[in-house]
């Protein structure tokens, strides 16, 4: 399950990792997150800065949205650019 994201997350969609302005993830386990940023190169205390979206249950649906949400509003706040949203490999990983 932790390695489910990393494929689509930069090489099939084709990005660097300098272009992702930010990354929120939605994933059951710490390990997910720890082994995404160590084979993507995003440091953990870039990602999810706004919080972990377990706070709000792991629904892939309505969690889903509101990280994607949050990421959108994450890079409004910076000004912009390209954000990246990785979810449980159970659904909604693509």
Same mark, same amino acid.
């Given at each position: 399950?932790?390695? =489910? @994201?990393?494929? =689509? $997350?930069?090489?099939? #969609?084709?990005?660097?990792?300098? =272009?992702? /302005?930010? !990354? !929120?993830?939605?994933?059951?386990? $710490? !390990?997910?997150?720890?082994?995404?940023?160590? $084979?993507? /190169?995003? @440091?953990?205390?870039?990602?999810?800065?706004?919080? +972990? +979206?377990?706070?709000y249950?792991?629904?892939?649906? @309505?969690? /889903?949205?509101?990280? !994607? =949400?949050?990421?959108?509003?994450?890079? %409004?706040? %910076?000004? #912009?650019?390209?954000?990246?949203?990785?979810?449980?490999? $159970? /659904?909604?990983t693509g």
């Amino acid at each position: 399950m932790p390695k =489910a @994201p990393v494929p =689509a $997350a930069l090489a099939d #969609g084709g990005l660097k990792r300098d =272009a992702v /302005g930010a !990354v !929120v993830t939605h994933n059951p386990f $710490a !390990v997910n997150d720890a082994y995404f940023s160590r $084979a993507t /190169g995003f @440091p953990m205390d870039w990602m999810n800065v706004a919080s +972990s +979206s377990l706070i709000y249950g792991h629904p892939q649906g @309505p969690t /889903g949205a509101r990280a !994607v =949400a949050e990421l959108i509003e994450i890079l %409004r706040a %910076r000004g #912009g650019g390209i954000g990246l949203f990785t979810g449980c490999a $159970a /659904g909604d990983t693509g």
